[in-house]
Nanobody, 128 residues
Framework: QVQLVESGGGLVQAGRSLRLSCAASERTFSSYFMGWFRQAPGKEREFVAAISWSGGTTYYSDSVKGRFAISRDSAKNTMYLQMNSLKPGDTAVYYC?????????????????????WGQGTQVTVSS
């Protein structure tokens, strides 16, 4: 059973930074596409960022491009999301998820349906 555990969330003021971590239990972590999603109260889960199995290709939603950076450390089975210049609109529960095995799901990496395992989420709250 694959386990994904997020950490690093918290309450911060607008303009500050946070770094989220996602620790994976499996040794095959390095062969999977990985992603970050978020869900605000009353809204659908939305794509934030994704990274290829090698870490060489990254994708971002327009709302976070230029402010957030996704990365992974295969030696530690861990993925990260560096969030800078945070805004109140970034307030949500952030989830990490496992995507395709050596696959970007034919380009549908932005869809929650392309991911099969999810973490429990970590709350990020940005105050104005």
């Amino acid at each position: 059973q694959v386990q994904l555990v997020e950490s690093g969330g918290g309450l911060v003021q607008a303009g500050r930074s946070l770094r989220l971590s996602c620790a994976a239990s499996e040794r095959t972590f390095s062969s999977y596409f990985m992603g970050w999603f978020r869900q605000a109260p009353g809204k659908e889960r939305e794509f934030v960022a994704a990274i290829s199995w090698s870490g060489g290709t990254t994708y971002y939603s327009d709302s976070v491009k230029g402010r957030f950076a996704i990365s992974r450390d295969s030696a530690k089975n861990t993925m990260y999301l560096q969030m800078n210049s945070l805004k109140p609109g970034d307030t949500a529960v952030y989830y990490c998820a496992r995507g395709g095995h050596y696959s970007d799901s034919s380009g549908y990496y932005y869809s929650p349906a392309a991911y099969d395992y999810w973490g429990q989420g970590t709350q990020v709250t940005v105050s104005s």
